[in-house]
């Protein structure tokens, strides 16, 4: 296959190229992207900004702030039940929040669960773009009919007295799940806290991790 | 559309295999498609609805056997052809034999930055909101074939307006060219058992992000 002089995140395409699709498909898209830079509308460089904005700037860490603040800060942690984009703008996290962020609260009564069945509506601000699986046909066929079976294809096994709520993603509006802060944290710092936070806990197939667990 | 990119409640497909310590991207190419679709809704030639209209147009097949990012990658091409943006030849080719249409405006470096957002989608409203939190709706049977944002699984049952969430640009019409439409939005709550019958687990709720004209009183 030949090396792509003109777009330097194609690099690490050599090593899990087979001939097969992965080839085809580089082809494919730079044949895409060479047509559409040709006719005027897009900018190749600023293709490769933001790429690796996707990579490197975007992600679940945003989220995990967003969290251990809610479990330091009663008052936060209502400002941002009431209206999400408005709560996590101060933050200063990214530049702009869209203006459809909603944070649903995992109690002992209730755990919540976000899927989108339709296509891959996720909250890309707070949780960067989001895994395969999420994306995946077992997923988004199971979320709403069998939550607790997709939990234990994650190894999450829930009290049976914990009711679930499914938020399919039907529409702009975008999803965070607010989990339950682990025992044994009191007096912990934000950031301290925000290492317990998994990108699965704020999507309603994971736990936080529990103290011990902490890297 | 009634194809099998609406997957809610579908059985057959297997377990959820999450892969630990995923990459953002598997493939160089799957970033580049990424950010082609982006930079090309910046123009404001193709817009998300359209994005996704022609994901859930490619056959069957074709949806269930390719990846993520192929899909995109098929999507856009797709879309690039059908608004007039290129030519399919010109895409073949890998090069543009005529020169491109006139655009709003291009992603420059220096913008990146400050696209990273998702746009809003809230509108004013054309009118008062015909439900409010604690009304019984019903979603209607409708099977239209072409974009729609209410799931199969979700047509004809009753559930219970829990939220209003604001007056949005409708994807139904956008998709039909007849403009943005704006039309009030709820999140709509359902019983497990309304949606899956008497096997569905007790406690299991589940809710759609539901337009205005998909719901009527019940």
Partial sequence: ?215 | MDSIHDMGGMHGFGKVEPEPNEPVFHSGWEGRVLALNRAMAYTGATNIDQSRAAIEALPPDVYLTSSYYKKWALGLEARVVKYGLAGANEIKAGHASQPGKAVARKLSVADVPNSLTRGSFARPAPAPARFQPGDRVRTKNIHPATHTRLPRYARDKVGVVEALRGCHVFPDAVVLGKGEDPQWLYTVLFEGRELWGDDAEPSLKVSIEAFEPYLEPA
């Avoid at chain 1, 975007?58 to 330091?72: F, L, M």
């Avoid at chain 1, 301290?192 to 736990?207: E, F, P, Q, Y």
């Fill in chain 1, 1 to 215: 296959m030949a090396q792509n002089h003109d777009h330097p995140h194609d690099h690490d395409d050599d090593h899990d190229a087979h001939g097969s699709e992965l080839s085809e498909m580089q082809l494919r898209v730079r044949a895409l992207e060479t047509v559409l830079a040709e006719k005027g509308y897009i900018d190749p460089a600023a293709i490769d900004k933001l790429i690796e904005a996707y990579e490197t700037k975007v992600g679940p860490h945003i989220g995990a702030r967003v969290v251990a603040k809610a479990w330091s800060d009663p008052a936060f942690k209502r400002a941002l039940i009431e209206d999400a984009s408005k709560a996590v703008l101060p933050l200063g996290l990214l530049n702009r929040i869209g203006d459809h962020l909603i944070a649903v609260e995992n109690t002992p009564e209730l755990h919540n669960m976000i899927v989108c069945t339709l296509c891959s509506c996720y909250p890309w601000e707070v949780l960067g773009l989001p895994p395969v699986w999420y994306k995946s046909a077992p997923y988004r066929s199971r979320a709403v009919n069998d939550p607790r079976g997709v939990l234990a294809d994650f190894g999450v096994t829930l009290p049976t007295g914990t009711a679930i709520r499914v938020w399919d993603s039907t529409a702009e509006t975008r999803f965070i799940v607010l989990p339950m802060r682990p025992q044994g944290t009191a007096g912990w710092s934000e950031d301290k806290l925000a290492a317990l936070v998994t990108r699965d806990s704020m999507i309603g197939t994971g736990l936080p991790k529990q103290p011990g667990e902490a890297a």
